[in-house]
């Protein structure tokens, strides 16, 4: 049993069943690396079959093919070149994602904004997020719960105030006291760090999208 995911840089993929049947929603969901439970949610243009027992079966559909990856960290160009930033939107695109490469403009909420907005079209498989963040017991005048900001202490993300719809394939979001974010960020391969983070250019290569 096999997927043939065509990933071709839009705001969706196509999922072609290997068997003529079609196959299981829960191997499509490995596939794709997303919830099973939660299909009706991401799953898009789905064509039916029934299996020799009357089980759902799905021969295609549509799945997110989107990865938001949202910088709001120091030293622009230089700073993405020391965290391996350019290198990894470059293989999620090679890999035939559509990398919605976003850049802090100072907005407030920019970045909640983006996933909102591509997780509310079907749209939103993985985000990608470098810059700053504080935690529930840190003193912050728009919000006490914890959330993600910009080099300017903007805020761009509330984990109060956002809650995914559908868990990702993945959310990797590399700032300080961002572990508060699994909560608010759903995804099936999380990776946030407690306490401070001191990205060193040695240390941030371990952690290069593969």
């Known amino acids: 049993m096999a997927w043939d995911l065509r990933r071709a840089g839009g705001g969706k993929a196509i999922a072609v069943s290997d068997e003529r049947a079609g196959e299981s929603i829960a191997s499509l969901a ?24 009357g089980e759902r079966l799905i021969k295609q ?16 160009a230089i700073g993405r070149w020391w965290v391996d930033w350019n290198a ?16 802090s403009t100072g907005a407030v909420l920019e970045y909640q904004t983006a996933l909102n907005t591509r997780q509310n079209a079907g749209e939103l498989h993985g985000t990608y997020f470098w810059g700053h963040g504080f935690s529930p017991d840190m003193r912050h005048k728009t919000c006490s719960r914890g959330g993600l900001v910009n080099r300017n202490k903007t805020r761009t993300l509330s984990f109060q105030e956002y809650h995914s719809r559908y868990h990702l394939a993945f959310a990797y979001v590399f700032a300080c006291h961002s572990s508060h974010g699994a909560e608010a960020i759903l995804a099936m391969d999380w990776r946030g760090f407690e306490g401070v983070l001191v990205p060193w250019n040695p240390w941030s290569r371990l952690w290069k999208w593969n």
């Open 88 to 103: 990894n939107v470059k293989k999620m695109r090679k890999r035939g994602f559509l990398v919605d490469e976003l850049f």
């Open 30 to 53: 490995a596939a794709a690396g997303l919830a099973a439970e939660e299909f009706d949610l991401w799953a898009s243009d789905v064509v039916e079959g029934i299996g020799p027992m």
């Open 61 to 76: 559909a549509g799945i997110p093919n989107v990865i938001v990856a949202y910088w709001a960290g120091n030293l622009g």
